[in-house]
């Protein structure tokens, strides 16, 4: 974890979801090569990827798929079908409910802006049983892709909360690009996609390798 020596006290703190809360990239990154190989397209490699985590679904396809266009639709189709049906795992990292309930008793408040779509938060926040702690959400069919800063714009808006009092918590660079752009501090995680050096590239305040750290950093007198 990246030392941090006095840290505000937020009063809303903002999550992405895929490789932040939930352990999901390996099911993202086998559902985009399935999808690619049933319409006998050449996946991207693995790496490519993960690079394109956190955008939106049509906006990742475009990025990975720039000589099929005609089949962009077809793709996205094929992934949204094969996330429902593949089995690959997506456990929520550890110590995050404990986390997320430390922080809402702290008198936090809590949410969600992610690249997936409204249909698969929604699933996910039920199947999850993280939904009542989230006061606030925004996926890519409310606002505009990261990293773009409008689902941080809406959520403040709606929440009443100025950018100077809130954090986002994200896995990628597009997170903190997206904070950043917001005029929005941020944290990185390292569990997902980039590693804190990579994250660094966006001066977040800190970097965490566990949500324990994170406890450590946002509630330190826990």
Not at 19 to 38: L, P
Not at 56 to 79: E, M, N, T, W
Not at 142 to 153: G, H, R, T
């Amino acid at each position: 974890m990246i030392a941090v020596s006095s840290l505000k006290k937020y009063k809303l703190v903002i999550f992405d979801w895929d490789g932040t809360v939930m352990d999901s990239i390996t099911k993202i990154v086998n559902c985009i090569r399935s999808s690619a190989v049933a319409l006998n397209i050449e996946p991207p490699s693995n790496e490519a990827t993960k690079s394109i985590i956190g955008l939106s679904l049509d906006k990742a396809i475009a990025v990975l798929f720039p000589l099929h266009r005609a089949q962009h639709q077809a793709l996205i189709s094929g992934y949204k079908q094969h996330y429902q049906t593949d089995t690959t795992a997506t456990p929520l990292f550890a110590d995050v409910e404990k986390v997320l309930l430390a922080l809402q008793h702290s008198g936090i408040i809590l949410a969600v802006a992610t690249g997936k779509g409204r249909a698969g938060l929604d699933r996910l926040l039920h199947q999850s049983e993280l939904g009542h702690y989230f006061s606030a959400t925004r996926s890519s069919d409310d606002a505009s892709s990261k990293p773009s800063p409008d689902m941080l714009f809406q959520l403040l808006a709606e929440l009443g909360i100025s950018a100077d009092e809130a954090v986002m918590i994200g896995d990628t660079k597009i997170d903190m690009a997206m904070a950043q752009a917001a005029g929005m501090d941020s944290i990185g995680v390292t569990m997902g996609v980039h590693n804190a050096k990579q994250l660094s590239e966006f001066n977040p305040i800190a970097t965490v390798d566990s949500y324990q750290q994170l406890q450590q950093l946002l509630l330190p007198e826990l």
